[in-house]
């Protein structure tokens, strides 16, 4: 404890000395001591002309008394040292700071150069005291105190010169008054000697403060150039930017990067308001009175339009107060902002894009179901009059979808949803709710006035779609529910529009239905049926009916046509109208179709071979993949032969015009199947179909029979049909024949084959034995 503290006595006391004999200047750092050179050698000029002002004072006055020899002597020798004082001022002038190395050299000179100044001093001042009369005596010890103080000046930053000067000055003075043995002098040795000391730490004090603050300047300066050079870098290098401004956005300083942002020249932003690059929106309002208020801002987003492009800059600053300085008068302060600028434009763009993507369809760029839902409501609480809401779905989607691939039922959507918009006007939305099916909002709207546009929505979305080299056509359901009488929230509104769908859907597509009561309760009941149904084949509730064919011209039943049935212990006999198009909604037809295949095939074992087979084929069987399967293992298990079966596929199946149905109807035709088409008449009656694939037979509907006695114009169709069909070898068949005078007429004009109550209804298999010949046909108790 002792030693540490004595330890710590001596090193303040050798700091002292050091700092009295001025050795620690050694340890100053070259950039401060340059600083303190550059700082004397500003003063050199000054102290040279006191010098001289001394000297010729003192040559004048003490001229005669001092022999030339001594004033030659003098005069060189304070000429050299002045001269090299002015030589070392010169050096010091031309030092730079990139030339540090030389700053001790020159500090050591000058130190020199100092201790022959000084002595020059103390020895004149000294030797004229001697031959100085009295009153003289007066003078030398006026320019010996004179002479103390300026080099304490002269020398004030370099404070060993200073003190060396000092000292020998003082020396030289304090001798030549001890040298006169007289009290007077003794004394004002004394004050001399007091001065001295006085102006010793003076010289002490003055040093260590100009060394602080040189040495804090330094330090200053390393920072500030630190911060300029991370700044610098900030500026160039970042996606940021410094920015300043004054309270009426009056830009200060503005640097390259933000030029560069604006793509404008630097010089066209000096003395420009930021207020002009930025969009005069609301943002940049808010940010004109924030700034005026003198409050700081932060991450403040404000847009502005770049070469017709829209970027975002996100601000933040912060305030400090300054003086006007071109109104020195005005006593009111100002605010000056400095801060950051980010461009966030990316940012931004990424952010409206996901924000995009959660409120609109990637595929057609309409609103989806979350925006619909939300565009419905706002409708819905700021409507006054009546609004429709359409629930619209496309018919066939799906099997273009499957059969020409995605890309192609993508472009359709594409391609509808532009009609769509096309159909509607400005104020009216439309959404793609999810998969084929949209919705759109009418606003002040009528019936009459959504009855309409469902009704030209419907002609527009069948005309046929032109995509990539195929002709596609498609029809579309339209769900129509009129706020407030259908729905006075949304919620109720899209629900009874899409019960109103489902009944569009369900009374054979294409068409518009409007809601009305009681649909729920239909709706219920269907979905009741879906459910039954999908158990119904593991509960052998399916049984197949046959109605026979009969060939007019021998008079004899040919064959059968399977026509399903659906014993349900509850419901009791369901007939196919209202179980088959829930069945193909659902898909659960493929199994069902394909039990009937297997069922008839396998009842046709107890047929005459020569009996024929007619069954049914859906749209969504042809699509099934095990189709072919089914019926070529069936036709192997029964051995019987291909060419007795015949499928009876609709127009829709053809209509689709997919190249895989076609395929597999070919592929059919191969194993030696009869293709007939049924429901002749009733879809697109597009005589076409007869030419695009070879048909074996056409089904005549029952509308056109059942007014064949009566109506001149179905009697024109079945002649046509018929003259068409022999002309093209297909063989013809009538439905629904319930008179003999329809069996005249059909036989007349050339049809070859008919069904009908006439002959029989559809019975099960083991009623079949009997019914060969219409003669054996009790028909009242059969119907
Ligand atoms: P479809 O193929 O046009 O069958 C003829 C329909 O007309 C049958 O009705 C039949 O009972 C009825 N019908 C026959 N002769 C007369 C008549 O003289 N007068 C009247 N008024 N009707 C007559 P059904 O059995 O209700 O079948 C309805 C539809 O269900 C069928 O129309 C067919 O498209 C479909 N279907 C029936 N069974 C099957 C099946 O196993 N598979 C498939 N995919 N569809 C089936
Ligand atoms: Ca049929
Ligand atoms: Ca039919």
Known sequence: MKTRFNSKIVEKIWLKIANIISLNSYLLKDDIKYNLLKDHGRGIFVSLIGNLINIIGLLYIFYNQIGPTYILVGIISI????????????????????????????????????????????????????????????????????????????????????????????????????????????????????????????IIGTSSDIITRLKREHELKVSADTINMLLTDFTEQGSDWLLEFNESGHLINPCNRMAEACLRPIETLDDSNIFDIFDKDEQSKDLKNHISLGHSVNKHIISLTIDNEQHWWSISARVSKYQNANDSNSSESRFLYRGVVSDITAHRQAEEKVNHMAHFDALTDLPNRFQFNQNLNIAMQSNTTKLGLMYLDLDNFKAINDTLGHPIGDKLLQSVSKRLQACLQNQDIVARLGGDEFAIIIQNSSEKICKSIAERIISVLSTPFQIDGHDIIIGCSIGLAIAPEDGITPEILLRNSDLALYSAKSNGRNRSVRYIAGMDESAHNRRMLEMDMRVALANNEMILHYQPIVDLIKEETIGYEALIRWNNPERGTVMPDQFIPVAEETGLIVQLGEWAIRKAIDDMRQWPDTFHLSINLSPAQMRSPSLIATIVNMLANTGISADRICLEITETALMQDSEANLATLHKLRELGLKIALDDFGTGYSSLNYLRSFPLDKIKIDRCFVDEIDSSEDCQAIIKSIVDLANTLGIVTAAEGVERDEQIQYLRDKGCVEAQGYLYSKAVPQNQLSNLTQRSDIEVDTLV
Do not use: E
């Open 79 to 202: 000429s050299a040292i002045l001269l090299r004082r002015v030589y070392l001022g010169k050096i010091i002038r031309s030092l730079s700071v990139t030339n540090i190395a030389a700053v001790q050299n020159i500090w050591d000179r000058v130190c020199y150069n100092s201790i022959f100044y000084g002595i020059w001093w103390a020895s004149t001042l000294f030797f004229i005291m001697q031959i100085a009369q009295s009153t003289q005596q007066l003078i030398v010890i006026a320019a010996g105190a004179g002479m103390m103080s300026g080099c304490t000046i002269a020398y004030r930053t370099i404070a060993p010169a200073a003190k060396i000067t000092l000292t020998l000055m003082s020396i030289g003075c304090l001798a030549a008054l001890l040298s006169l043995n007289s009290a007077v002098a003794d004394a004002t040795a004394l004050l001399l000697g007091s001065y001295y000391l006085v102006l010793l730490r003076h």
